[in-house]
């Protein structure tokens, strides 16, 4: 040990020969160059990587996003859009046309567009509320009370199975169910709970919020069970140990640990269910109309810029939704 | 064994409760599946709701023939050809994402970002953006570039994050070990490590292929004037509801299944493989 602190003082003093038979090796600067030019890192290089998915990404995600805030500012031909720069569509999507003159009818209402992003924001959240008290106790029995792996891996695949097939025909599966003859109307009248069939099962938001909450409940199912699953069994078995009621366990250790699966689970269901617009016309027989809805059809009468500024909206709402839940729960932490 | 003690018999209904509650669960899940699977086997003067009238093959008979919607068949094979190429381009682009984010890179977390606004992005947002930016420059869309473009953003971050799973367990040593005899990066990754990470491959590509298989929102504004199947049904929940559809929605669940069993036992095999 000490002499090699010797020989390395020793090789790094100035006066030390140089060029000669038993020369200093090369100084730290030099050494470190040598290094930096021949050293190989393992593995391949990240440019070639990255550079097919980065470049796919740009052209078919970010592209589209950016367009859609661009055409924003364009103004509708009728059949078109034609470059522009005007705030017409905002003004349309806020506000209607009473909206500054105190003797209309419509002073300060905000507009239906405003309305129906709202509407969508609400059913959002109560559709959310609801997943996650189902989720939640599934995800709870599957990570803490089923021991045996193997059992765990088949109970929660069965569970998952439905995210992998077609949410269209999950939400057309709920036709048989909900009618005048539907099965929770035999169901009822069966047990005697009602004497007729009640018509508010099917096309209704009965319906609508039954049929969101079956198609998008696994989605939370999933990362809150991961994070369950996570969770350190010795933390408590010590708070155990130490006399802590299962409440107290629930409050003080598993439920703050699992936050940041919830918040995933929530984050992903918050922006499917906002862009949601398919499942209404199925099961509420397109009586209400969401935000997405509203978008096809200004496409389909070809307003692209109206249809860009309620797009451009409705991603702004989301951001907002995301970003509350990133500050309730930090998981980045997690990621 | 055990003595039953008051703490024993106590967490014993604890687990029993939770049990009916699964149960309850899943039949929340796959009632209405099972009604549907029911119905189209309905007589032929049955409609979309129980009773059944009688028991025949006669909307299957009908489903194989000439629909109303258009071509069904062709529109199965365009979205099968679909999720074949989805599947592939998503296990491929994951696992080069995942193993350039064993390095620390310059950008590595916009990146990574990126690539989970993916799964963020709703789909009508992607099929609105792209259909209006390729109207607007004149080009056509079609299901096998707008719509399998749009496609992959939605499952690359499935398979990248299955990937990332996949190499944070991953031993480098043995990566380490053949590179200090003298192997070079290909053979490398051929002879080491695709061996180990290839049930996470098929991973990946399960969320490829069946994402994409069932995708709807994102294909709506972008395939073009030939519908994948998906399309097609949501087509056809425009008219009058027959139980032609549930014959379709059976046939097309149960291939679904087929298939994530397909990918389960390819899994198993391999992972039991690579140990």
């Given amino acids: ?104 009818p419509d002073f300060l209402t905000p507009s239906i567009f405003l309305r129906t992003l709202w509407t969508t924001f609400r059913f959002t959240i109560s559709v959310m509320a609801i997943c996650l008290i189902l989720a939640y106790p599934m995800a709870y029995f599957l990570s803490m009370q089923v021991e045996d792996f193997k059992w765990q891996l088949a109970l929660f695949l069965l569970v998952m199975v439905p995210f992998w097939t077609s949410y269209l025909i999950r939400a057309v599966a709920w036709l048989p169910m909900l009618g005048r003859h539907g099965l929770i109307n035999e169901f009822l009248i069966s047990i005697g709970a009602i004497d007729e069939p009640v018509s508010f099962f099917l096309y209704s938001e009965f319906s609508y919020t039954m049929a969101l909450v079956q198609l998008y409940v696994v989605l939370a199912v999933g990362p809150i069970f991961f994070s369950l699953a996570k969770i350190d069994r010795t933390l408590l078995e010590a708070a155990r140990d130490m006399g802590a009621t299962p409440f107290q366990i629930f409050r003080e250790i598993i ?36 935000t997405g809805t509203v978008i096809l059809n200004y496409y389909a009468i070809a307003n692209y810029p109206f249809a860009a500024v309620n797009a451009f909206m409705l991603m702004v709402a989301m951001m907002i939704g995301v970003i509350v839940i990133l500050r309730v729960v930090d998981i980045r932490k997690e990621l | ?165 996949v190499f944070n367990r991953f031993d480098a040593r043995l990566e380490e070990a053949a590179r200090d005899m003298g192997a070079d990066e290909w053979t490398v990754f051929k002879e080491v ?14 969320f490829g292929f069946t994402l994409s298989y069932d995708e709807f929102a994102r294909t709506t504004l972008l395939s073009g ?12 929940l425009t008219q009058r509801v027959q139980p032609t559809l549930f014959a379709l929605g059976t046939a097309s669940t149960i291939f679904s299944l087929l298939m994530i069993g397909l990918f389960i036992v390819i899994y198993t095999i391999l992972y039991r493989r690579s140990r």
């Fill in chain 1, 1 to 104: 040990m000490t002499t090699v602190e010797t020989y390395s003082t020793l090789t790094r003093t100035e006066t030390a020969p140089r060029g000669l038979i038993g020369a200093a090796p090369p100084t730290h600067a030099e050494a470190e160059e040598v290094q930096r030019k021949y050293r190989r890192e393992p593995g391949f290089p990240v440019p070639i990587l990255i550079a097919p998915a980065t470049l796919w990404l740009v052209v078919f995600l970010f592209l589209p996003l950016l367009s859609i805030f661009i055409f924003t500012f364009w103004k509708s031909t009728g059949h078109g859009m034609a470059p522009a720069f005007t705030f017409d569509n905002y003004r349309a999507f806020f506000v209607t046309e009473g909206f500054f003159d105190p003797s209309n």
């Fill in chain 1, 255 to 290: 439920a703050p640990l699992s936050l940041p699966g919830v918040a995933i689970g929530m984050i992903f269901i918050f922006v499917m269910l906002m862009g949601e617009f398919a499942t209404a016309v199925v099961v509420y027989g397109g009586k209400t109309s969401t």
């Fill in chain 2, 1 to 165: 064994m055990e003595r039953s003690t008051p703490e024993r018999r106590r967490k014993a209904r604890v687990k029993a409760g939770f049990s009916v509650y699964y149960a309850i669960f899943l039949i929340f899940v796959y009632g209405p599946m099972f009604a549907m699977f029911t119905l189209s086997f309905q007589g032929p003067r049955g409609g979309v709701t129980f009773p059944m009238r009688g028991l025949s093959f006669f909307w299957w008979e009908k489903l194989a023939g000439p629909s109303a919607v258009g071509d069904l068949k062709a529109s199965l094979v365009r979205s099968l050809i679909l999720a074949v190429v989805v599947m592939i381009i998503t296990a491929l682009f994951s696992t080069m994402l995942a193993m350039a984010f064993r390095k620390r890179f310059r950008g590595s977390g916009a990146l990574f970002y990126a690539v989970m606004a993916g799964l963020m992005v709703p789909g009508v947002l992607l099929s609105l953006g792209l259909a209006s930016l390729l109207r607007q420059i004149g080009i056509a869309p079609n299901w096998w570039y707008s719509g399998l473009g749009v496609h992959v953003v939605w499952t690359l971050p499935f398979g990248f994050l299955v990937m990332m799973a």
């Fill in chain 2, 193 to 206: 490590t695709l061996p180990l990470i290839t049930p996470g491959i098929v991973a990946a590509g399960l």
């Fill in chain 2, 225 to 236: 004037a030939q519908n994948t199947l998906p399309l097609d049904i949501n087509a056809s």
